[in-house]
């Protein structure tokens, strides 16, 4: 990224420092910074593909573009809110691509960031209903969301896992975040335990074993 805009500061700002910049006034994404977003989350995409162990999963552009936006836009919302309500789906839209594990990766890289600006929206105005389109976008892209208190236990988790890549780095953000809600779902608690094997308590000694038996 070699020209500032405030699209491709925020972007860069969170995924190298974590930190963001609220600039004084919206303005409209051109397709050059898509395109210069679009080459920079690609480079991320094969930095991280390195971990994956695997090289089957491709890039998807269009959900990296889609959910840049998304997160530039909500970063934005946090403060310049006049007479924007209106714009909410203008500015947060539904993806409309294909839904597979490469989508969920390559949005992943934008999305991860998504819980914290609703933790902030949350703690400015708990009925913002920005904060409702937010937790939507993260109820489809969830493996974004996981450490945040989202209501997933009707998924159907033997499809949504069906992917061993995605599963796999499914479960090590699970561990990761420490979350307690999705580990104690049968189906995720039989396969974390299966993968820790006798080192559980190594790995996470406060994880409870679910018996399905019992969940029935």
């Not at 974590?18 to 994404?29: G, R």
């Not at 999305?111 to 708990?126: H, K, S, T």
Request: net charge negative; with cysteine; aromatic share 12%.
């Amino acid at each position: 990224m070699t020209e500032n805009t405030p699209f491709l500061d925020t972007l860069f700002l969170l995924r190298k420092e974590e930190c963001i910049t609220v600039f004084s006034n919206i303005q409209k994404i051109s397709e050059k910074e898509e395109q210069d977003a679009a080459d920079y989350f690609e480079s991320e995409f094969e930095k991280e593909r390195l971990e994956f162990l695997t090289d089957h999963l491709e890039y998807d552009k269009e959900a990296a573009v889609w959910a840049a936006k998304v997160l530039y836009y909500a970063a934005q919302l946090y403060l310049i809110r006049e007479n924007t309500a209106k714009d909410l789906d203008q500015f947060i839209p539904e993806f409309r691509g294909m839904k597979n594990s490469e989508a969920l990766l390559s949005a992943d890289l934008s999305l991860r960031f998504l819980p914290q600006i609703i933790v902030v929206l949350q703690n400015l105005d708990p009925d913002d209903p920005l904060i409702k389109k937010l937790e939507s976008i993260l109820l489809q892209f969830h493996y974004s969301g996981v450490g945040y208190d989202l209501d997933l236990e009707n998924m159907n988790w033997q499809e949504e896992l069906k992917e061993p890549t995605y599963r796999k780095l499914y479960l090590e953000r699970i561990v990761e975040k420490r979350a307690q809600r999705l580990a104690e779902i049968p189906f995720i608690n039989k396969l974390l335990v299966a993968e820790f094997g006798l080192h559980k308590d190594g790995f996470w000694r406060e994880l409870k074993i679910i018996n399905e038996e019992e969940n029935k």
